[in-house]
């Protein structure tokens, strides 16, 4: 083992705060004081990793247990694997620095299937023996859960059990049964997974023997008696599971930087090429109260400014209207924006945008799908085109200047005319729109994938070359002022549609595309199509025997076992009207389609009817104060240890949520985005710390300085100490004295007194600067640098005047002046003082 730790690498890694795991809310428990501890992994970086909702459940539930310890972890960067490598540093959870290869239990989240390759390198870097057959009875239980294991033949070698479907109840049932077996005399893994596969919703891959026929299709044959099938576990009732009110709150920009509310899960609009309209089903809206409670609890906790309320379709849900009202009226005096991230055409009404504008404008998209009605009924999407132009037109009425559509390439029945149907009705929109105010429209494409368990689930990809071409078309025709086309790379398709379809033969594959270094292949930056094709050549497998062929309804499929609730036959019917462009209806508003999910027992659909009292009557009235005042102060603060490595962005927003959760009634600028009035003296760059750092921030009321301190220092991180808050109007408002004193500690290499000889002896030294725009500007550092002091050869203090309003850096002079390396530098404590 290294005698470095991962504190001691993290100055040598880009977004060091990736990896603290001491966000506000984050919840650290006792090894010693639990009984099983369980490792929450996310095979993605921590800006995608952190938003997923699931884990903010799954993390919340196991805590709740005081016998249980959850932690996170997530795929490392690039950079931050490289340094664990070379310096033999075991990949840990982020809120012990526990090496993962010490939990009982991993649980990967498994929501893209180009995340593979960053579970295979997860486990590496834990030291954890990728196939589940021959892992050792120490190493940690492997189980796997999310949207990718409704089929999960292509990874099943690598986990110990899969959950299959909603895991609230699941995840509850399978650690009472790991407590209770770790109690019993028997305690060898087989007598565990025994227990567990006799839970509804778990799979045990061991349990199946592979083989298969002459066609290729798979035959899985129960090892145990009457194991024929998993049957996917179904929460009945949204109110009843436990609710995340205290969510962590990430660092850095994660892709989803507010509150996450989920008000209904599952999707009755019957899309036939969408997997999680088939898998989720049926819809259950959490109640509208619940909904209230727990987003006004949360805004408390967290301090977010933006809420995101949940669902397949969000403006499906019976009561959107009135519920938004009632956060409205609580939440737009505190400067809360709502946003709606599912909505469909048909259901954004000028109600609902009036709604969202209160605040902010967020951004909608819309999601036409096709450009010809006929396409569109075969897909069933259930919107026209007065719909979408209805849309649009009450969308620029409001003040919307920008709207982005979302079209798919590729999908069954579709020709040349629908290519052009889509070229079309953006021209018209474009067209139809000149006249008020329009701005932009942005287009984007993704290419069909064809997916299990929905009615084109056996229909063929285009391949690559049919993709670009249609691509390419596309954008030619769309080429013109107002008009923005971005498309999803199809070579990433091509890839996603072999591992949505495939097989356990694709397990050895996954290993060789591993060792070849994929990773990250979700993000363009990080994708290799050809590395991709050389695996499969290599490994003996050709990839578009599953995706590019077409398969008969009469096939075994790889995924047969699995019973998501939705029935064969439904989807083998749903298919056929599709080729006969009919459209199903909407079983929330029609007659149940019959599509299996339901027993109307125990499972079916709950919804909350709306009153007619509630819809649109609640009036917000605006907290106005009958004079427009305001309060300054000068608030000063410590930023060291672990603070040191957030950038200033993250100290900003970090400041921003903490007095929001003080309940420190900040002033907003006014305008389209009213922002907090807070702002921050000389800031610092990242990895420095300071014993005295000063903000301004500007208040609606008055308050005694004592209790904004008070307030304040209750709701920040560790590390972030407020050691004095002032009356800007009482005290001196200039900033005084340019000089700043630092003391540097080196951890590697040393400060030599030769050097400083060097430097003292010296007219002039030149320093490169690059200013803002990338020029390069020269200084002489030698009326920047004011005194140095060699305390050792380890440390010293260095004291720095600006240079035409310039701030030099210590790192920058002291690499100079002692000639020190990146390395070096990097890893110095330097605190201002």
């Known amino acids: ?149 409704c089929n999960p033949e292509p990874i099943a070698d690598f986990f110990d059990a899969i959950v299959i479907g909603d895991g609230e109840e699941v995840i509850v049932k ?11 005399i028997d305690r060898d893994r087989s007598s565990l997974l025994e227990s567990w596969s006799k839970i509804k919703g778990v799979y045990i891959p061991s349990f199946f023997q592979v083989d298969y026929n002459m066609d290729g299709e798979p035959i899985l044959t129960p090892k145990k008696s009457g194991y024929l099938a998993v049957e996917r576990a179904v929460v009945k009732d949204l109110n009843d599971t436990p609710f995340p009110d205290s969510p962590i709150i990430p660092y850095g920009k994660p892709v989803h930087d507010r509150l996450r509310v989920e008000i209904a899960r599952g999707c009755t609009r019957g899309c036939r090429f969408c997997q999680a309209g088939m898998i989720y089903r049926p819809v259950r809206e959490r109640d509208p109260d619940k909904i209230i409670s727990s987003v006004k609890t949360a805004l408390g906790k967290t301090g977010y400014e933006d809420l995101s309320l949940l669902s397949l379709s969000t403006g499906d849900y019976t009561c959107i209207s009135s519920v938004m009202e009632k956060i409205m009226a609580f939440g737009e005096n505190d400067n809360v924006s709502i946003s ?38 075969v897909i069933n999407k259930m919107i026209t085109e007065a719909d979408i132009f209805r849309t649009v037109d009450n969308a620029f009425l409001m003040g919307w200047r920008m709207i982005k559509l979302y079209f798919m390439i590729g999908l069954p029945t579709e020709t040349q005319d629908d290519l052009w149907a889509i ?46 071409g249609k691509m390419n078309w596309l954008k030619d025709q769309l080429n013109m002022k107002g008009i923005q086309v971005k498309w999803q790379d199809p070579r990433v398709s091509i890839i996603e549609g072999v591992w949505s379809r495939g097989d356990r033969k694709l397990g050895q594959v996954l290993i060789n595309a591993w060792k070849a270094g994929c990773r990250f292949d979700g993000w363009s930056d990080y994708f290799n199509y050809d590395r991709w094709i050389n695996v499969f050549k290599e490994s003996g497998v050709i990839p578009t025997a599953y995706s590019f062929t077409p398969m008969n309804e009469k096939r075994i499929l790889p995924w047969d076992h699995i019973n998501i609730g939705v029935e064969k036959k439904y989807l083998i019917k749903e298919r056929k009207r599709a080729f006969k462009e009919q459209r199903t209806t909407d079983c929330r ?32 009235e605006k907290n106005i104060h009958p004079i427009e005042q305001s309060f300054k102060y000068l608030i000063k603060f410590k930023k060291n240890g672990f603070a040191r490595f957030l950038a200033h962005l993250e100290m ?18 006014a305008g389209f985005h009213p922002m907090p009035k807070i702002s921050f003296r000389d800031t610092l760059p990242m990895g420095m710390q300071s014993e005295n750092e ?79 725009k990338g020029k390069i500007l020269n200084f002489d550092l030698k009326k920047a640098v004011e005194k140095v002091e060699l305390h050792s050869n380890k440390k010293l203090k260095i004291i720095l005047k600006p240079i035409e309003k310039h701030i030099i850096r210590p790192t920058q002079a002291i690499k100079i002046i002692f000639n020190l390396n990146k390395e070096d530098i990097l890893t110095a404590l330097i605190t201002k003082i």
Not at 174 to 184: I, L, P
Not at 602 to 617: R, Y
Not at 652 to 669: E, G, L, M, Q, T
Request: hydrophobic share 40%; glycine share 6%.
């Open 174 to 184: 399978m650690t009472d049964a790991w407590q209770n077996w770790k109690a019993s």
């Open 652 to 669: 900003i927003k970090i400041f921003n949520r903490s007095f929001r959760r003080a309940k420190i009634p900040v002033k907003y600028s």
């Open 589 to 620: 508003n029609g007659d149940c389609s019959g599509c299996g999910v339901c027993d109307f027992k125990t499972i079916k659909p709950i919804s909350f009817q709306q009153k007619e009292s509630d819809c649109g009557k609640e009036k917000v």
């Open 1 to 149: 083992m290294s005698e470095k730790t991962i504190q001691d690498i993290l100055p040598l890694v880009q977004m060091p705060s990736r990896y603290l795991g001491n966000e506000f809310n984050r919840i650290k428990k006792s090894w010693n004081d639990t009984k099983l501890h369980i490792a929450l992994a996310f095979p993605d970086l921590y800006e995608i990793a952190s938003s997923h909702f699931g884990i903010q459940i799954l993390y919340a539930i196991l805590n709740k247990n005081s016998e249980i310890m959850a932690e996170r972890v997530f795929a490392p960067a690039l950079d931050m694997e490289k340094q664990l490598r070379d310096n033999n540093i075991p990949l840990c959870s982020l809120e012990s620095q526990i090496p993962i290869g010490e939990f009982d239990i991993i649980g990967f989240s498994l929501l893209y299937e180009l995340n593979y390759t960053n579970m295979l390198n997860m486990l590496d870097l834990g030291a954890i023996t990728f196939l589940a057959e021959k892992r050792r009875e120490e190493e940690p239980l492997i189980i796997g859960g999310g949207p990718c294991t």
């Open 423 to 468: 070229v079309d009705m953006v021209k018209r929109l474009k067209a139809h729109n000149k006249d008020k105010k329009f701005k932009k429209i942005n287009v984007s494409f993704g290419t069909f994938v064809p997916k299990p368990h929905t009615p084109f689930q056996w229909e063929s990809q285009i391949d690559l070359e049919t993709a670009i």
């Open 340 to 377: 709606l991230p599912s909505l469909r055409a048909g259901t954004l009404t000028p109600e609902l945008m009036e709604l969202i504008k209160r605040v902010r404008k967020t951004g909608f998209t819309i999601a036409p799908e096709a450009g010809s009605q006929r396409l569109r009924n």
């Open 694 to 772: 000063e903000m301004l921030i500007t208040l609606d009321l008055f308050l005694e300085p004592e209790t904004i301190a008070r307030r304040l220092s209750s709701e920040l991180l560790e590390n972030i100490e407020i050691i004095g808050c002032y009356e800007f109007s009482k005290i001196n408002s200039t900033v005084g004295d340019d000089n700043k004193t630092y003391w540097v500690e080196l951890k590697d290499g040393f400060f030599k007194e030769k050097d400083l000889e060097w430097f003292n002896f010296q007219q002039s030294v030149n320093i490169e600067r690059k200013n803002k």
